[in-house]
């Protein structure tokens, strides 16, 4: 049974003084979509004001964190944090999501665990925060959220996504970019089950699942690097 409002409210360590803010941003379209007499508005339009905040925040601590870095390596930690696969590691490790009401259709295919969703959840949150305290309360909430990521010094060449990774992989071996092909897609549209393979110069180095291309092309992506690495380990011994 989903978490009430003020149980994540409690959760979080959140006082809100508008709860009915928390209570829109826990609201995924499915639910509006299957129960239209609740007359309930959906989180898109706090996605959208959240994912603004979440980048204004990330930014400055980022600017501040780093003070001899250029825009472009600053803009590359940013979006390893606020990406999709980002922010939804956030969100499991705040287990946010048994506070997401869906309708029962996504809830019976799996949309709580989708990081999409998770993402997009988080951006909805902090959205509310931001709307009921201002930019201080939010940003107290997400610096806090984020910190094993802002403490974690890792090489700007690991934060990159993985499909840029591949992509400067493979100019530097055939002067090409990669290419993926769906080798399968199967089930109903909101249950897609892909299958897609990456390749380097014609030659297969890595395949993926996902529930959208885009996560089978990462899945895919993230397979040839390892394959790749397995590869350049076995010839350098």
């Known amino acids: 049974m989903p978490l009430s409002t003020s149980e994540l409210a409690d959760r979080l360590g959140l006082e809100f003084a508008d709860p009915a803010l928390l209570t829109e941003a826990l609201v995924h379209s499915s639910y509006v979509t299957e129960h239209p007499e609740a007359r309930t508005e959906s989180i898109e339009r706090l996605e959208f004001l959240g994912d603004a905040v979440l980048s204004l925040v ?140 990456a390749s380097i110069d014609g030659e297969a180095v890595g395949s993926g699942e996902g529930r959208s291309r885009r996560e089978a092309e990462t899945r895919a992506a993230e397979a040839a690097l390892e394959q790749l690495a397995d590869a350049a380990e076995a010839t350098a011994q």
């Open 58 to 197: 990330m930014s400055e601590a980022l600017f501040k964190r780093y003070p001899g870095e250029p825009e472009g390596v600053l803009t590359t930690r940013r979006a390893a944090i606020v990406s999709t696969r980002g922010l939804a590691r956030i969100a499991r490790r705040l287990r946010i999501g048994v506070a997401l009401v869906l309708g029962q259709g996504a809830e019976n295919s799996g949309e709580r665990e989708r990081s999409s969703v998770l993402a997009g959840l988080f951006e909805a949150i902090v959205a509310a925060i931001y709307l009921d305290g201002g930019l201080e309360s939010v940003r107290a909430f997400i610096l806090e959220a984020a910190n094993p990521e802002l403490e974690a010094e890792r090489p700007i060449d690991d934060l990159k996504a993985p499909k840029s990774r591949l992509q400067e992989r493979a100019f530097a071996v055939s002067g090409r970019a990669p290419s993926y092909r769906i080798v399968s897609a199967e089930g109903p549209d909101h249950d897609r089950h892909f299958v897609v393979e």
